[in-house]
T-cell receptor, first 116, second 114 residues
Framework: GNSVTQMEGPVTLSEEAFLTINCTYT??????LFWYVQYPGEGLQLLLK?????DKGSNKGFEATYRKETTSFHLEKGSVQVSDSAVYFC???????????????FGQGTILTVHP | EAGVTQFPSHSVIEKGQTVTLRCDPI?????LYWYRRVMGKEIKFLLH????????ESGMPNNRFLAERTGGTYSTLKVQPAELEDSGVYFC????????????FGQGTRLTVV
């Protein structure tokens, strides 16, 4: 079945630093890819997504490009803020076809802490 | 529009006791999902309801876990009897019918079995 490998954390950065969180996947076909975020005390939120190869998802200054050649979907942000401190999860739909956005396979999560 | 709501937010119980978690999905969402995250590991799918029917319960760990969704509205997840390894955060999510629709997650219930 589909799987995702996410870089292990935690990641600690100073404000305005560049962020990369690596994510690679194994999948049948070309499923949509997602990044979810969980801020302290809150639920999981969809941060961004890409639905086909070479698509770039972006939101709140974060970007991730769907690279089928390297089966990767790395999350990047050029200048992080203290408010970006959270846990980030890479995810993709389970199973071939991958049209169910509710039944997902998640990575183990990366804790990001940004210091002033 | 209210989001997905989960009760309680935290629960601490002793091994062997019973705990029931509740999830209220977004109104009108036929799909309801349960997930679990054991400390520091990935979030794992448990099961999927479409309205009141169990569509997929392939992720349920064992028969100590029972999920219900009476009337196709809120859902409960009962753990009986609880074991130490059941500790973790239980997430609920809901989505509208149809492929390619985003799932919205609740805040999760942190369950600690001591």
């Amino acid at each position: 079945g589909n799987s995702v490998t996410q870089m292990e954390g935690p990641v600690t950065l100073s404000e305005e630093a560049f962020l990369t969180i690596n994510c690679t996947y194994t999948a049948t076909g070309y499923p949509s890819l997602f990044w979810y975020v969980q801020y302290p005390g809150e639920g999981l939120q969809l941060l961004l997504k890409a639905t086909k190869a070479d698509d770039k998802g972006s939101n709140k200054g974060f970007e991730a490009t769907y690279r089928k050649e390297t089966t990767s979907f790395h999350l990047e942000k050029g200048s992080v803020q203290v408010s970006d401190s959270a846990v980030y999860f890479c995810a993709l739909p389970q199973g071939a076809g991958g049209t169910s956005y509710g039944k997902l396979t998640f990575g183990q999560g990366t804790i990001l802490t940004v210091h002033p | 529009e209210a989001g997905v709501t989960q009760f309680p937010s935290h629960s601490v119980i002793e091994k062997g006791q019973t705990v029931t978690l509740r999830c209220d999905p977004i109104s009108g969402h036929d799909n309801l999902y349960w997930y679990r995250r054991v400390m520091g590991k990935e979030i794992k799918f448990l099961l999927h309801f479409v309205k009141e029917s169990k569509q997929d319960e392939s992720g349920m760990p064992n028969n100590r876990f029972l999920a219900e969704r009476t009337g196709g509205t809120y859902s409960t997840l009962k753990v009986q009897p609880a074991e130490l390894e059941d500790s973790g955060v239980y997430f609920c999510a809901s989505s509208r019918q149809g492929g390619g629709t985003e799932a919205f997650f609740g805040q999760g219930t942190r369950l600690t079995v001591v």
